[in-house]
Each structure stands twice: as structure tokens, then as C-alpha cells.
């Protein structure tokens, strides 16, 4: 261990005799700097931090408890402290410092890294980094990402005419740093392709192609941008990346991974990203809209991203546990959203590599940990909160039914509807003080339903009509209930009951209703019908639990005896109209009401309703877990930031720490979001690692462009929309994509950007852009997911038989063409076409996507139902043409790659597509089997060996690297 003194003192007397060896072996020691030449100049947060944080923050970093040999690397006054005349580092003297000894060293035990640590040994370059800082004074700098971005002039570069816009300055500086130039500008077709697929997901249709071309203005392809960024495309394309970060999905996540609905909260941020909401109302409202003052219903319905981590309500799930798991969740989405950091290290023990103590995670927990949805979700459609969202269609038929009833409510006499009530409606049932008796635990199900407990020991207890309690509260056994109802006549009764899981029920002694059933509280109601004798009557409900969680819901009397008996308590001559028209006597005006009133009914019920946050109105108490365990609190935390931000919030909720989050004083959220922005158009971030910000995270490449992309988002209002017209419209993104060999060398990954961004198309857009392609693609927004085409048994191997997403069933209308960003999303079982290119499974957050190349790729381009289908329509479409083979061939390169076929490319696919016309005529069959694969119907009236041969033209097309590529 570095921090060790006994082995210190012989390492300093080793270093001279081990030079040579150490030099042999590809070690080289730094000497100190000869008078008259003068080390360049060392970047701590570039050069140096990089080194500790990868090789020694593990045993010497920010995690107190668990530093080894006493020493902390992180903590600059640590590291140069004096401990007993020996200095970890020795500002102005490398040759005195130990971490230069231990980096040199040959002996075993005093190496660092130690050799059992699996980490190499530092290489000759880092050493002389680390002599050179150290020489020139070994000066710490707090991580370049915690400070807030500084406004920095765009530098004056050689290369003017190259300059379209202040982008251009930084990255022209840094290729000239590098005496590289930029690569041309991209003809203009490929140009608008480039801008159209990055924009909207989608290639530039022929009619948009042909405008642009014939547009000879120099600001065409500015007003091509304009109208990319106007197109309701844009906000479909755009909303992907933010539903991979914040998880999006169908589905529950977990267990039986039922279907939730949550799809408002989806077309929600299509919606924003069309409007370009100001990111800073996109982030307030979505983490905190439901407390800003008088919240709209779209400001609730953006808070479904609180809403969107995996739950469950699997049996022997424990609440707590799981609301320490979801606020778990939730803590370590914002952080990575927002903040680019990898906060969630910190749960267990301080952060290894960043300033980020356990203390502060949990101070970040506390935010997340008081909003009213339940830990254990029910396995329900809808768990609460939730909120109705029509569309505006549906908002305009359901105010005018609700001015019909209204009419027909002022043209009824309250006085009169009350006498009858009065007079004329059934007799109430009396429900008295409930008990209870058990919990008696059973060694199984059956057990604990059959046997008869003959319970004794009744105890007061709190039941209210309508509302679900757990009363078991043991995970196989039963609980009984009681009552009394009082009758004021013998009379009929109704008594519905909830259960989880089964139930039996008593009246008078008799039983008169059983139920084995194996359920959630609120899946379903049994309907018991009594018959009440005059007077008292005993009621008994046996509650019987198989398991995880239990529970009672308990409603008595009719309806009708129920609304008229509470309408006509309230005393409201609004209320006692309303039952009277629905419960009362039938009349011309009654019969009109509940036939509007079951016309709302009906719509109301095709409203969708999400997921939204609400916060309690008194905050949970949250505590520090010792290893993150839900069963081990230590002290209380309060709701409070890092540390290291340094600041302190007026308001100490989820809208104070949004508030935060898009304060100009926070370093973090506006680098991060413009940094994702760049990583979008260009293939890899300014930091390359756009989830972690951190120590452990990439330099960026250019920190002054960074810096001034963040700082002009901000001034320009936290509009996206402007900040891609920017980008788009820079000569940086203009470039050729193609590569020299100078450029390979000496920047292979294209992180200075000296040339146009290239790189492989996102599962999404490769299916989208098939669909575009063969006509088949319906631009119908919003809506229930759609289920396309897929392999049998996919969610059947994965699923619970209880689930209601246990089995596929793939829509056979024109649904299945919709946009992908459409598709249901099955957590546990994504569709394969989303796995193979690398789609996140939407159970973690994700903000920046792998990006493979397999067989199995272009076997799905090939041969999977959806592209060779599209293959197919395309092929249609372009025999539909009636031109010769080589227009045609023509009309299909314009439509899929918006260019023309090169003389080669014409050779060699016109003769394959004679080989083809000759295969399908000789085996007609063949081209039978072709033309009738997927849904869309086949266009009889063309020849079907010509349709085809096309549609392997066209299958050939898509399969092509620049199809299949942005570039």
C-alpha cells in the first residue's frame, strides 16, 4: 500500500540501482529537466487525473472508509501530506515523491499499482506525466465538470472561408492543432439525407429531394432544415433517445410484467420536443409538475417519468424493500438524465472515484422517496396516481355531453325529486362496527381455506366501504371479518367483494358464498346476493392468502339504494337531481339522461388514462442503508445536493431540486444534454462516455466547444430546436464522411471531427426507413403500442401464465406499419429486431447506445417478415413506374439512397436482375411464394415475375452499408 511507512524509506534507496533494469524492461525513468528545456505544460484534469483515477482512486480515492495505507489521492492535501519527512507527492521534486518510487519500483510489495490488483503497471509516458506534474508543482484542479462552464471567445483559425459558424472555430482550431484540414462538403444530396435521417428518423422522400436540388438560393438548405425541424417527424425521432434514458416501456418490467399504461406520458414528449418546449419546462415539468402551482394536465401527465422505473407485485414481495429499490431507481435515472454522473456507486458506500459520499446519495434518495404510489404495484393496468388524458377530439365530445346532462338537470324539478326519494326509493341497509379475528397461519392454501378456525378473539377494526385493506398480513392463512347489517324490513341485498386471495362468506350462520380464487384485491369482485331478514343479521368474510401480499374490499347495498340514500343526505339540489334522473321513475327527460350519460360513459372510458407522481402531503423520513440494504437504517438524512455542489436549496422537495438542475449555477445538466445533442448528429459525444461525466469518464475532446454549446443553449432560450439548426448548419457537419489514410491515423474515431460523421443507423430508423421506402409507412401519431410481426413463443418463453402480456398477439391491421417509436415495448421480451441493433431494454436507463456489427444483422435486413415485406412493396412500387428497366432502376436508387446508380452499380444489379426475371419464370412457384409474404396486399395487376425479381432488387438495396448507414 502506498500509504505504508516501513517499506517507504528502502524503495527510495532501490530506485538508483534498479534504473537500468527498469529501462530494459520498457520502463523509463524521468529524469529531472535539463536547464533550458522546459516540460509543456500539464493539465491535472486532463493528464493527470485520468492516470489516478483509473490506477489508484480504487484503494487512495473519495471512499474514505475503505482507503488503504491512509491515503487518499483525491484529496490534494492528503496526498502532499507530510508523513514523518516522506511525501506521497512532493511539489517541484518528482525524484522525492513516493508515488513515482512505488511507480518505478521493482520489489513486489512495494509496486503500485500492486501487482495482484489487476491492473497493469503504468506505462513510461504516464510516469513522465506524473514527474512532469509533480516538477511543475503538483497543483490539484477540482474536476473540469464541476465547474460551471466558462464563456470563451470561439478562436481566430487560419482557415476563414471554412467557417460557417462559431462551431466551426473550435473545431478548425483543433485541426490545426493536429495540421489536419477539413474533409469537403458533402454533395447535396447526401447532405439532406444526413439532415433528414438525424432530424426525423427518415430519408427525404423524391418530392423533398427534387425541391431541395431545384432550390438554387444559398440559404436552401437552411430552409430544408426549417422545415425538418417544423415536421411532426421531427418530434417522433427526437422523443427515442429521451425514452432510452428515462426507460420507457409498456410493461411493468418485473414478475409478470403485465401490461401499464403509460403511453400519454410517451406521446407527451412527442408533443414537447414539436412544440420545442424550453428544456427548462421540460425538465421541471417532468420531474416536478405535479407541484408547481395550479399544474395543468399536461404538466401532471409529463410526470410519468418519475412514474417509469420497473415495479412488481410478485408474492413475498416486501413493500419496503421494494420502495427503497424504485426510489433507488429513480435517484440513479436523474443522476445519469441530468446529471452525467454515476451517483448510483454510492449507495453502498462512498463513490470509489467521485466525490460522492453515501451520505449524499441518500440526501438524493430522500427527494424520490415520498411520492403516493404504491411500493407494490397490483400488477394493474393503471396503479394510482394516475390521470385521464383525452385527446382533443374526445375533450370536445365529452363537454358536450356534459352540457346535454346539465340541460336536462336545469329542466328537472329538485323539490319533486326529492319527495320522491323521500317517499319512494328502497329501504337502506345499516352497516355496523367491523371485527376481526386471526391471523391464522396454515401450512398451505387449501388448508387455510378449508379449515374452519372457529375464531373466538374478535377485535375492533377499521374497514371502510369501497376502500381495499391488507388484514392477513401472513403469507399463507386466513382472516375473518364481521358485521352487522340491519334491515328495516326482510328485503334483497347486495354485497361485493374484493379479494386477494380467496374468500368465503356467512350470513346468519349459512354460508352463501365461496371463492378459491388466486388474486389481486382489485382484479376482480364477486357479486353475492343475500337475503336480509327484518332487523339484525350477522355477516362473515373469510379472507384466505396463498402468498406475497393480501387484502379486503367490502361494498353493501344496491346502487341505486346507496346513490339515492347519499344524495339525499347531502341535501345538494344538484346531487338529489342527478340520482333522481339516473335511480328514479322513468321519464321522457330521465330516459334522455342516462342515455347521455352512458354516451360520456362510453368515451370517458376510451380515454386513456397514465401514470402520474403525486407527493405526500407529509415526506417519508429516509435513512442511510448500510450497504444499501432496506432493513438496515442507519442515521436519518434530510433531502439535500452533494456536497460538492456546494449549494444549498431554498426549496428542499423534487420542484427545488428541479429547479437546481436547470439553475445556471449547476456545471452538469446543459454540457450533459448538449453534449447527447452532439453525440446524436455526429456518432460519438464531445465526451465520448455521455453517462458518465465523472472521474472514471472521457476528457473531452474539445472542452471550450462544450462549454460554449452549453452556455449559448441557455442564452438561447433552452431551445433544442435552435441548437440543432447550429449544429446542422456548421461546416463541421457539412463534411464529406469519406476517409484518408492521414485522417485514420491521426484521428480514427473522428473525435475531432475532420470529416463528416459515418456510423451505423439505429434499429428504429432502419425499420422506419424500409417502411417509407415500399409506401407501406402509416404516419398516424400517438396511440395504444402496435404489435408487428414476430417469432413465435418469444414472450411465452418469459412469461408467467397469470400475465396478461403472456402471450403474443400479433395486429393484423395497418397499424403494424406505424412508426417503430409506436411498437409495444415488452420489458422483459423486447423485439428482436430492437435487440439485434443494439436497442436497450428499457429496464435501465440508457444514454448511449452500443453499436455492433453481426451476421445476425444482416440476416434480419434480409429475411425478417417487416423488411422483406417492405422489400416487396417497394418492388411494387417500382414496377408500378412502367418504365424501362433502367429507369426504374433509376426511380428505385432515388427513392431508398437518393442518388443514382454509378455505371458499375448498373452493370452489375441490371444483370442481376435478369438472373432473377429468368429464375422466377422457369419456377413461377418461386415468385408466387415471394409476392405473398406479410400482410399488405399484392397488386394483381402486375406481372408477378417482374414483381418479384424487383423486390430482390429492392431487398438488395436495403441491405446496402450506405442504406443501412448515417453518412
Not at 78 to 91: Q, S
Not at 251 to 271: A, K
Not at 632 to 651: C, G, I, N
Request: proline fraction near 6%.
Amino acid at each position: 500500500m502506498l500509504g505504508a511507512k516501513r517499506p517507504m524509506k528502502s524503495v527510495r534507496f532501490i530506485v538508483p540501482a534498479i534504473s537500468l533494469t527498469l529501462l530494459t524492461a520498457g520502463v523509463v525513468l524521468v529524469p529531472a529537466q535539463k536547464a533550458g528545456k522546459v516540460a509543456k505544460k500539464i493539465d491535472f484534469n486532463k493528464d493527470i487525473r485520468p492516470i489516478l483515477s483509473e490506477n489508484c482512486f480504487k484503494c487512495h480515492g473519495p471512499d474514505a472508509k475503505f482507503v488503504k495505507g491512509d491515503l487518499r489521492l483525491s484529496d490534494e492535501k492528503d496526498a502532499k501530506k507530510d508523513r514523518d519527512g516522506e511525501f506521497a507527492i512532493l511539489p517541484g521534486n518528482a525524484k522525492e515523491s513516493l508515488i513515482i518510487e512505488r511507480a518505478l519500483s521493482k520489489e513486489k510489495f512495494a509496486q503500485m499499482p500492486p501487482p495482484d490488483s489487476g491492473l497493469p503497471r503504468l506505462t513510461a509516458g504516464q510516469i513522465k506525466l506524473l514527474s512532469d506534474w509533480i516538477n511543475q508543482g503538483g497543483k490539484y484542479e477540482k474536476h473540469w465538470a464541476l465547474v460551471p462552464p466558462k464563456s470563451t471567445e470561439p478562436p481566430v483559425v487560419k482557415n476563414q472561408k471554412w467557417v460557417r459558424n462559431d462551431i466551426d472555430r473550435f473545431v478548425a482550431a483543433k485541426l490545426e492543432e493536429k495540421g489536419l484540414k477539413p474533409a469537403p462538403e458533402a454533395d447535396r444530396a447526401t447532405l439532406l439525407r444526413r439532415a433528414s435521417l438525424t432530424l426525423t428518423g427518415l430519408p427525404p422522400t423524391t418530392e423533398e429531394l427534387n425541391m431541395f436540388l431545384n432550390d438554387s438560393q444559398p440559404d436552401a438548405y437552411e430552409k430544408a432544415v426549417d422545415r425538418l425541424l417544423a415536421s411532426q417527424r421531427y418530434g417522433e425521432n427526437q422523443a427515442r433517445y429521451w425514452l432510452d434514458a428515462v426507460r420507457y416501456g409498456d410493461t411493468h418490467g418485473l414478475h409478470l410484467d403485465n401490461e401499464r399504461s403509460v403511453y400519454p406520458y410517451r406521446d407527451w414528449v412527442v408533443n414537447a420536443f414539436n412544440k420545442d418546449l424550453s428544456f427548462d419546462k421540460f425538465t421541471l415539468w417532468q420531474l416536478a409538475g405535479d407541484m408547481l402551482p395550479n399544474p395543468t394536465r399536461e404538466m401532471k401527465v409529463a410526470t410519468g417519468y418519475v412514474r417509469m422505473n420497473p415495479t412488481t407485485a410478485e408474492g413475498g414481495a416486501i413493500e419496503e424493500e421494494f420502495l427503497v429499490k424504485n426510489t433507488f431507481d429513480r435517484v440513479d435515472t436523474t443522476s445519469t438524465v441530468f446529471l452525467g454522473l454515476t451517483v448510483g456507486c454510492a449507495k453502498c458506500h462512498d463513490h470509489k472515484y467521485d466525490p460522492i459520499s453515501q451520505k449524499d446519495y441518500y440526501g438524493l434518495f430522500a427527494f424520490f422517496n415520498s411520492t403516493k404510489d404504491a411500493p407494490l404495484d397490483s400488477n394493474d393496468l393503471v396503479p394510482p396516481p394516475v390521470i385521464a388524458d383525452p385527446t382533443p377530439e374526445q375533450e370536445v365530445a365529452i363537454n358536450q355531453a356534459t352540457t346535454r346532462l346539465a340541460d336536462l338537470q336545469k329542466a328537472t324539478n329538485a323539490e319533486a325529486a326529492k319527495r320522491w326519494i323521500e317517499t319512494s326509493s328502497p329501504p337502506v341497509v345499516a352497516v355496523g362496527n367491523w371485527e376481526i379475528a386471526g391471523p391464522f397461519p396454515h401450512k398451505s392454501f387449501n388448508e387455510a381455506f378449508e379449515f374452519d378456525d372457529k375464531p373466538t378473539d374478535w377485535k375492533s377494526l377499521k374497514l371502510e366501504l369501497g376502500k381495499s385493506i391488507s388484514t392477513v398480513k401472513v403469507d399463507v392463512g386466513n382472516a375473518y371479518h364481521r358485521t352487522t347489517l340491519t334491515a328495516e324490513t326482510d328485503q334483497d341485498a347486495d354485497i361485493a367483494i374484493g379479494s386477494d386471495d380467496g374468500v368465503k362468506v356467512w350470513l346468519n350462520g349459512v354460508q352463501v358464498h365461496s371463492n378459491p380464487a388466486l388474486r389481486g384485491v382489485d382484479q376482480a369482485t364477486d357479486q353475492v346476493k343475500v337475503r336480509l331478514k327484518k332487523g339484525a343479521n350477522q355477516l362473515v368474510i373469510k379472507i384466505v392468502n396463498g402468498g406475497g401480499a393480501d387484502g379486503i374490499r367490502v361494498e353493501i347495498g344496491s346502487e341505486a339504494q346507496t346513490k339515492l340514500a347519499t344524495a339525499l343526505k347531502s341535501n345538494n339540489p344538484d346531487e338529489i337531481v342527478r340520482a333522481y334522473l339516473v335511480y328514479g321513475p322513468t321519464t321522457t327527460v330521465s330516459k334522455q339522461y342516462r342515455a347521455t350519460l352512458a354516451e360520456k360513459a362510453k368515451l370517458e372510458a376510451q380515454v386513456p388514462r397514465t401514470l402520474i407522481a403525486e407527493e405526500m402531503p407529509k415526506p417519508r423520513p429516509a435513512y442511510l442503508l448500510n450497504r444499501g440494504e432496506y432493513d438496515q437504517r442507519k442515521e436519518q438524512v434530510s433531502r439535500t445536493l452533494p456536497a460538492v455542489f456546494e449549494t444549498k436549496l431554498p426549496e428542499t422537495n423534487r420542484l427545488g431540486l428541479a429547479k437546481w438542475l436547470i439553475d445556471e449555477k449547476n456545471p452538469l445538466t446543459t454540457r450533459v444534454f448538449v453534449n447527447r445533442i452532439w453525440q446524436q448528429h455526429f456518432g460519438t459525444g464531445i465526451v465520448k462516455t455521455a453517462e458518465d461525466f465523472g472521474n472514471q469518464g472521457d476528457w473531452p475532446s474539445n472542452p471550450e466547444l462544450l462549454d460554449y454549446l452549453a452556455i449559448k443553449f441557455r442564452k438561447d432560450g433552452f431551445s433544442l430546436k435552435k441548437l440543432h439548426k447550429l449544429l446542422l448548419t456548421s461546416a463541421a457537419f457539412r463534411q464529406s464522411s469519406q476517409v484518408t489514410p492521414e485522417k485514420l491515423q491521426k484521428d480514427p474515431e473522428n473525435r475531432l471531427v475532420s470529416r463528416g460523421p459515418r456510423f451505423r443507423l439505429d434499429a428504429e430508423v432502419l425499420r422506419d426507413q424500409v417502411l417509407q421506402a415500399s409506401g407501406l409507412l402509416v404516419q398516424r401519431q400517438g396511440g395504444h403500442g402496435f404489435k408487428p410481426y414476430q417469432p413465435a413463443g418469444l414472450w411465452e418463453d418469459v412469461a408467467f401464465p397469470g400475465s396478461n402480456t403472456a402471450r403474443y398477439t400479433q395486429d393484423t391491421d395497418a397499424g403494424i406499419y406505424r412508426r417503430t417509436l409506436y411498437l409495444f415495448w415488452k420489458r422483459t421480451s423486447p423485439h428482436p429486431v430492437m435487440s439485434t441493433f443494439d436497442a436497450p431494454t428499457r429496464e435501465a436507463c440508457v444514454v448511449r447506445r452500443s453499436i455492433t456489427n453481426t451476421p445476425l444483422q444482416a440476416l434480419t435486413t434480409m429475411n425478417e417478415p417487416a423488411f422483406f415485406e417492405a422489400a416487396r412493396k417497394f418492388g411494387e412500387r417500382i414496377v408500378a413506374t412502367k418504365a424501362s428497366d433502367e429507369s426504374r432502376l433509376d426511380f428505385a436508387f432515388r427513392t431508398a439512397l437518393s442518388r443514382k446508380p454509378s455505371d458499375k452499380e448498373r452493370t452489375i444489379l441490371m444483370g442481376s436482375l435478369r438472373r432473377y426475371q429468368k429464375m422466377f419464370s422457369d419456377r413461377p412457384q418461386d415468385a408466387a411464394g415471394v409476392i405473398q409474404i406479410g400482410l399488405a396486399p399484392v397488386d394483381r395487376r402486375q406481372d408477378f415475375v417482374d414483381q418479384a425479381a424487383w423486390s430482390l432488387i429492392a431487398s438488395t438495396l436495403f441491405n446496402l452499408d450506405e442504406f443501412l448507414s448515417q453518412h
